[in-house]
């Protein structure tokens, strides 16, 4: 395979997001203006049924390097940052929510660790993982409760001594996201923890940014999603010890 010629490649998994993904685009492509490296943008959307598939094939018109991979089918985030991830060409593969809730300028700070030979860099909410980080407007007690309960599990079974594995902002050298990516098989929430746990299978040096994170109040888990989440997670311990 020919080496590509671009350094950066951000992925965006998005299922109704009209209301979000123009002031996001709009802010990656005034980030991107002042960035001296080459780069593409991929939005993936994931069956969306609102006017997601409109609004993005309308910003395709004004934001540079914006690619579009519009799925008909619902089939869920690890599934759309899979195929992002697997159907981009950058030396580093970036995946970033559509809310822009850890903004694109954290990227920065990404760089110092892959320029030091890191394989795996991901921002991280809690200060236990990197001093400075932080949540704008704090969640409500009983996200924060369940999720550093969720946290601990999450630890004791898949990747210990990261405290956040949900951040939303993860970035991956070209061969790290090829071979995890291509062994991973979690389609839902939990394909975080899944990335992670393969990273730390195939040694892949990993580094934590801190994020000052922007809590968008319009996002919502449901109580019953956390209780599948740790169904999953289950799954994907024991799946990964078999690799």
Known sequence: MPQSDIYLSVIVPAYNEEDRIRKTLKRFQEYFSSQPYSYEILVVNDGSRDRTTEVVQEMVKEVV?????DRKKNKGKGFSVREGILNTQGKIRLFADADNATDISHFDKMRHFF?????VVIASR???????AKQAVPQPWHKRFLGNLGNLYIQRLAVKGIWDTQCGFKAFRDYAADKIFRASNVNGWMFDVEALALARKFNFKIGIIPANWINDPKTHVKFSSYLKSLLEVLKISRRIKNL
Not at 115 to 119: H, R
């Open 115 to 119: 320029d030091k030979g890191y394989d």
């Open 126 to 132: 809690d200060s236990k993982d990197a001093p400075g």
């Open 65 to 69: 390097n914006l690619n579009f991979i």
